[in-house]
């Protein structure tokens, strides 16, 4: 019987370059914000969701590493391409859309739109797997991105760990809410809806 890669457990782990490590920390932070949501949802401890928003911005200084090790080693993958994109999936993602899901954005347009911001995000990263060789005219580096990063909605968990510092969630959200059909929609989540539009548009930023 031939021998098979289950004997060897360890096998892909030895393939991971040292960027690899960080771009897994990347992901860990974000899985981790996701649990401090949770946490929330069922105390009600504000504390949680700092706690949340400090691993968002964790992963964000691990995803920045990923790429400067890289750089620094010259040594990139396929495989460390992917890594880096379904753990920004995860940080950038999932996690602020969950966390804004935990502070009061729960009504049925909110959750709407918390999806939309999300699937922008699988979308873009898509995109730009399958297009950077082209956005790098041939050589190493990427010269600019088309839409903005999925990073960028650091900005919107820091704007929810500013309004929890002002007791600012659930029903006293800022802007309040509204009622379209019967249904809840909280007008601060529109600024998800921007971000996951800009993530999908054509406009073209420049990688430094």
Same mark, same amino acid.
């Given at each position: 019987?031939?021998?098979?890669?289950?004997?060897?457990?360890?096998?892909?782990?030895?393939?991971?370059?040292?960027?690899?490590?960080?771009?897994?920390?990347?992901?860990?932070?974000?899985?981790?914000?996701?649990?401090?949501?949770?946490?929330?949802?069922?105390?009600?401890?504000?504390?949680?969701?700092?706690?949340?928003?400090?691993?968002?911005?964790?992963?964000?200084?691990?995803?920045?590493?990923?790429?400067? @090790?890289?750089?620094?080693?010259?040594?990139?993958?396929?495989?460390?391409?992917?890594?880096?994109?379904?753990?920004?999936?995860?940080?950038?993602?999932?996690?602020?859309?969950?966390?804004?899901?935990?502070?009061?954005?729960?009504?049925?347009?909110?959750?709407?739109?918390?999806?939309?911001?999300?699937?922008?995000? @699988?979308?873009?990263?898509?995109?730009?797997?399958?297009?950077?060789?082209?956005?790098?005219?041939?050589?190493?580096?990427?010269?600019?991105?088309?839409?903005?990063?999925?990073?960028?909605?650091?900005?919107?968990?820091?704007?929810?760990?500013?309004?929890?510092?002002?007791?600012?969630?659930?029903?006293?959200?800022?802007?309040?809410?509204?009622?379209?059909?019967?249904?809840?929609?909280?007008?601060?989540?529109?600024?998800?809806?921007?971000?996951?539009?800009?993530?999908?548009?054509?406009?073209?930023?420049?990688?430094?």
């Amino acid at each position: 019987m031939p021998k098979t890669d289950t004997a060897k457990p360890f096998a892909m782990i030895r393939e991971f370059h040292l960027a690899d490590w960080f771009t897994l920390a990347n992901a860990a932070c974000g899985t981790g914000a996701l649990f401090s949501t949770m946490s929330y949802l069922e105390t009600g401890d504000v504390r949680h969701v700092f706690f949340a928003g400090w691993l968002v911005v964790a992963a964000m200084v691990f995803d920045v590493l990923d790429g400067r @090790v890289a750089r620094w080693r010259q040594k990139s993958s396929s495989l460390g391409r992917e890594l880096d994109s379904l753990a920004d999936v995860i940080s950038f993602g999932v996690a602020p859309a969950m966390i804004a899901y935990s502070c009061g954005m729960q009504g049925l347009f909110d959750r709407i739109v918390l999806v939309y911001f999300v699937v922008c995000g @699988v979308s873009r990263l898509a995109r730009y797997n399958v297009t950077a060789e082209a956005l790098s005219d041939g050589g190493d580096k990427v010269k600019y991105f088309e839409g903005t990063p999925i990073p960028t909605s650091l900005l919107l968990v820091g704007l929810i760990m500013l309004a929890a510092a002002n007791d600012a969630l659930r029903d006293r959200l800022w802007f309040g809410e509204i009622s379209l059909a019967g249904f809840t929609l909280h007008p601060l989540v529109l600024l998800f809806a921007l971000s996951g539009s800009l993530m999908i548009s054509r406009i073209r930023i420049p990688k430094f």
